[in-house]
């Protein structure tokens, strides 16, 4: 990846400027966009401008707007932040549509229907967010790992497993202030068993362990992370801008707030390895704190992973152009948005197959006031996935039940011949027959 090459200096164009009149009045975007000067410089500028006279009216009004942030850069200058029209649009957004009650009609009103899409959720962005680091598993490797409850076989699904552990512990822990201690724990949650130095995990990195952030073929440093001795005060300011709650002024968005977490902990880099999965991890936990319930049904792993590009040029842009965090700002709320249509399509789709199923089953007397909602849901996935094996552990684990209830429910499909028990190793696995839509409907004609 190529480094973004950084804006000529805002203090010496002005100095070159003979009429300031002719900059001032500028507007922070470029076509509604919040453009960096590596792609400023290749546009046409306003008519008698030069592309440095253009940059520096932005910049001017990019510097009207700006707030500072507690965060230092390597050099420890502040870092900041400002609110543009496409931030204020998004966050209006997420504001709408993350927040807030459950909508009357929307397929999640089931308790145990929110429980299986979460499970899910936390299964995906477990996978994903390992993935965006090297894991190589495939999903459906890793999804029978964690839904049948079986031990990791190597180090990539490890890290899935541990990914899905700290996902778990930061539902529970929502309410929790961010401690130091805290930090290290979900760090040592995400790493255990997956690092080259065992003892690294659940501490920050030492002054003799230098780390860098290299690109995708380990050609070019993007990133040289701060001094580890100053790592303990970063994670006290850290901490203490987490916690903040509405009262400070100036108001920082409770969004702005967990993106930027993201954003410093991958900057400072404060630990050998783990890093980013640590501050994803932590970017769920401040939503999860501000009551953004339905980020826990979505993940922005799987959008990072399909263009891991854009998100290390997002911090490259805030790199180079004076700590300016607004354009990964910009990227992350653009990620959540796309993550929140995401899911509103997915339940949109599994709405109609699960209405499609209810539908086959209601034309089945003998069928339709045995079977709950566990069971059709089940029912559901087996007719578009011929041959899939389910176990009593793996369908505790998408329903959250107990063993009892998961048992129960397999067995009564057995009765019914709409499963068929075989056993695998000491447990019993259920499969659908391949028939299965034939029975429902000889069912129904019944």
Request: charged share 25%; glycine share 6%.
């Amino acid at each position: 990846m190529k480094i973004p090459l950084s804006p000529p200096s805002l203090v010496q164009l002005l100095d070159q400027i003979q009429d300031l009149s002719t900059v001032l009045g500028r507007a922070p975007l470029v076509d509604g966009r919040y453009q960096h000067w590596d792609e400023l410089r290749h546009r046409n500028p306003p008519k008698d401008l030069t592309h440095e006279e253009w940059w520096a009216g932005i910049k001017l009004a990019r510097q009207s707007q700006r707030q500072l942030l507690p965060f230092l850069d390597t050099h420890d200058r502040p870092m900041h932040f400002t609110q543009p029209d496409p931030v204020q649009r998004a966050l209006h957004n997420i504001d709408r549509q993350a927040a807030g009650n459950v909508a009357a009609s929307s397929p999640m009103v089931s308790e145990g229907e929110r429980e299986r899409y979460l499970v899910s959720s936390l299964i995906e962005e477990a996978i994903t967010s390992s993935q965006l680091e090297g894991a190589s598993t495939t999903q459906e490797v890793a999804k029978d790992m964690l839904r049948s409850g079986r031990k990791p076989r190597d180090r990539s699904e490890r890290m899935i497993l541990n990914n899905y552990q700290v996902m778990q512990m930061v539902r529970e822990l929502r309410d929790e202030p961010l401690t130091p201690d805290l930090l290290l724990q979900m760090h040592r949650i995400v790493t255990d068993g997956t690092l080259e130095t065992p003892g690294a995990a659940g501490r920050v990195r030492r002054p003799d362990e230098r780390v860098r952030v290299m690109d995708a073929q380990h050609s070019t440093v993007l990133h040289e992370p701060p001094d580890a001795r100053g790592l303990a005060d970063r994670i006290e300011r850290l901490c203490r801008f987490a916690n903040q709650g509405e009262e400070p002024q100036p108001f920082i968005h409770p969004v702005i707030r967990a993106i930027l977490l993201h954003f410093a902990l991958g900057y400072d880099h404060p630990f050998v390895d783990g890093n980013g999965r640590t501050a994803r991890a932590l970017f769920y936990w401040s939503m999860a704190r501000s009551g953004y319930w339905l980020m826990e049904y979505v993940s922005i792993s799987r959008l990072l992973k399909e263009t891991p590009a854009k998100y290390a040029r997002a911090y490259l842009h805030a790199e180079t152009d004076d700590n300016d965090t607004t354009y990964f700002l910009i990227h992350q709320l653009g990620v959540i948005e796309q993550a929140i249509k995401a899911l509103h399509d997915y339940l949109g789709r599994k709405s109609r197959e699960q209405a499609s199923t209810e539908a086959l089953l209601r034309h089945a007397p003998r069928l339709s006031d045995q079977l709950n909602h566990r069971q059709v849901a089940l029912l559901s996935h087996a007719l578009r996935h011929t041959g899939h094996g389910y176990t009593v552990a793996s369908h505790q684990r998408s329903h959250q039940v107990t063993p009892q209830t998961a048992r129960t429910d397999l067995l009564s499909l057995v009765d019914l011949e709409l499963l068929e028990k075989a056993k695998r190793g000491r447990a019993f696995v259920f499969y659908a027959p391949g028939d299965l839509r034939a029975r429902i409907q000889q069912a129904a004609g019944a």
